[in-house]
């Protein structure tokens, strides 16, 4: 694991941008680089269309845009106000291969107790970065959560772009990679009685992505999807991807979250990769996720 640290001081150093101070909600950091609790958001109630909920709804997204990952907590919310309040931010992504809840195919199913084979999102990842327009951000709802355990790991892309060296920023300039899921898709929902597709979608990405909103660039290469770096041989490909993958795995750019019930995360995939842990066996852990579309990374 490198330091990114040496005897000129560290070389990632991280300024915080102060803008206005919130007026409708409260934004606690849980470190300068990546992630924050907001509070005093009711969002069964924010989900209406009055003039307090529209203002709020402009501070949750510029909470967003600032800190890439963001959490509420104890939200009792309905499926239809869990789907409602993705549309605030847009059209809603459809999975490719996971089951969902009730009749909704927006409504992903979360789920793993004693006898799965496996829990979601063990490994880090941007959501269906194989997509040809991956999701712009996942909004996951944890109604059951371990006693201890199940911590989910978001990392700032943006920090691990800004870290490299200017030769290293030169190097992947232009540069693009295939991402696909046949590899991650095909049978893994298989204990939940999902059935296989004919195919699963795979698509060409920038390996440095440029953010629609903020202008900033991101790493956007991840250990899930990345198959190759496109254009340069394939042993080089290997190693310049596992450089990356170690590099934006460092816990600089990391926060860590700990659930508790009807806690909500919500991450902007185009600038955060995230990892859940699955460290609670043989307890549940269960909720749903709606994901809102995304647009081809440029």
Same mark, same amino acid.
């Given at each position: ?49 009055d003039a307090r909920s529209n203002q709020q709804m402009d501070e949750i997204h510029?909470?967003l845009a600032e800190n890439l990952v963001i959490f509420f907590r104890d939200q ?88 490299? *060296? /200017?030769? @290293?920023? !030169? +190097? $992947? ?5 295939l991402h696909d899921g046949e590899p991650i898709y095909r049978g893994l929902y ?46 080089? *490909? /290997?190693? @310049?991807? !596992? +450089? $990356? ?54």
């Amino acid at each position: 694991m490198s330091s990114l640290a040496g005897k000129q001081g560290p070389r990632y150093r991280h300024t915080a941008e102060d803008g206005a101070p919130y007026e409708t909600i409260a934004v606690e950091k849980l470190t300068p680089i990546i992630g924050a609790e907001i509070s005093g958001v009711d969002i069964g109630r924010l989900v209406s269309d009055d003039a307090r909920s529209n203002q709020q709804m402009d501070e949750i997204h510029r909470a967003l845009a600032e800190n890439l990952v963001i959490f509420f907590r104890d939200q009792t919310i309905t499926p239809q106000q869990h789907l409602a309040f993705g549309r605030k931010f847009g059209e809603l992504h459809f999975h490719p291969a996971a089951p969902h809840e009730d009749e909704d195919p927006a409504l992903m199913k979360i789920y793993a107790d004693a006898n799965s084979p496996r829990a979601n999102g063990e490994g880090w990842h941007s959501d269906v970065s194989c997509d040809l327009e991956p999701p712009m951000g996942s909004i996951l709802y944890i109604k059951q959560c371990p006693p201890r355990g199940g911590d989910t790991l978001f990392a700032n892309m943006y920090a691990a772009y800004e870290a490299l *060296s /200017d030769r @290293m920023k !030169a +190097y $992947l300039d232009g540069l693009t990679a295939l991402h696909d899921g046949e590899p991650i898709y095909r049978g893994l929902y298989a204990n939940y009685g999902v059935a296989d597709r004919p195919s699963y979608p795979n698509a060409e990405h920038p390996v440095v992505r440029t953010h629609p909103v903020t202008g900033k660039k991101a790493l956007y290469v991840n250990r899930g999807f990345t198959r190759h770096i496109n254009g340069i041989p394939r042993d080089e *490909s /290997d190693a @310049m991807l !596992a +450089y $990356l993958y170690q590099h934006a795995e460092n816990p600089l750019f990391q926060c860590r979250f700990r659930w508790t019930e009807n806690a909500i995360a919500f991450w902007d995939n185009r600038c955060a990769q995230h990892r859940a842990i699955w460290d609670y066996w043989p307890h549940t852990r269960s909720g749903t996720r709606v994901t809102v579309k995304g647009e081809r990374p440029v």
